[in-house]
């Protein structure tokens, strides 16, 4: 992969880590891992999915991703996916997603390697690609504003969490930053109160 796609997380550091380690979020997310993972997709679909969601709120997506299964059933391919620009401008993507999505198209394999060369997708479209498809152990989604909401709720703050304070606080997960992203991507606000609360979760408590 090239150097400006390079993921380096950061090792632990001398950082407060005695309130997130109390959270054990790995143990949680274990636990509730059938209400928070997707089921199997394909990798091209999984790589419109975050191209689609990116900066849209969850009932925004659910609305772009219904109509497009409506219309070409629940597994997204290459070869089905064959909308127009002016059709998809129609459901509110921005030209830039727009264009993400017609270069992933081309792409041979779907792979994180090649998805870093579409540079509009940026590093996020990477991160979050290497984590939903499960490609490795430590990647933490810092950028994504779901994940910080939850985070600053966790972590009792008024105001949402910077990406910055969210990397440093990620450093006491190192081994699971993965799988406890996949988890707050997924988690609702009411899923990060009950947590605080010490209360059991369901699946209500996670995005559809």
Known sequence: MP?????FEGDNTNINSEHALSLDLFSISNK???????P??????????????KGLN?????QIMQKITNSIGK??????????????????LSNEKI?????????????SSNLCKIKEGGIYLVKAFKILQEEDDDTFLM??????????ILFVKNK???????????????????????????LKESGAIKILDEEELDEKDFLN
């Open 143 to 152: 950028d994504d504003y779901n994940i910080r909401k939850n985070m600053s």
């Open 40 to 53: 199997d997709r394909s990798d091209f679909h999984q790589a419109i999915y975050i191209t689609i969601s």
């Open 58 to 62: 969850n009932d925004q997506t659910n």
């Open 32 to 38: 509730y891992k059938k209400y928070w993972k997707f």
């Open 99 to 111: 264009q993400i999505i017609k270069k992933i198209k081309e792409l041979q394999e779907i792979t």
């Open 3 to 7: 150097d400006d796609c390079d993921i």
């Open 160 to 186: 949402l969490m910077t990406t910055q304070e969210a990397r440093d606080i990620s450093k006491v997960w190192q081994g699971h930053r993965s799988q406890i992203s996949y988890f707050l991507y997924r």
């Open 75 to 92: 597994e997204i391919t290459p070869e089905k996916f064959s909308f127009t620009d002016k059709k998809m401008k129609e459901w509110g």
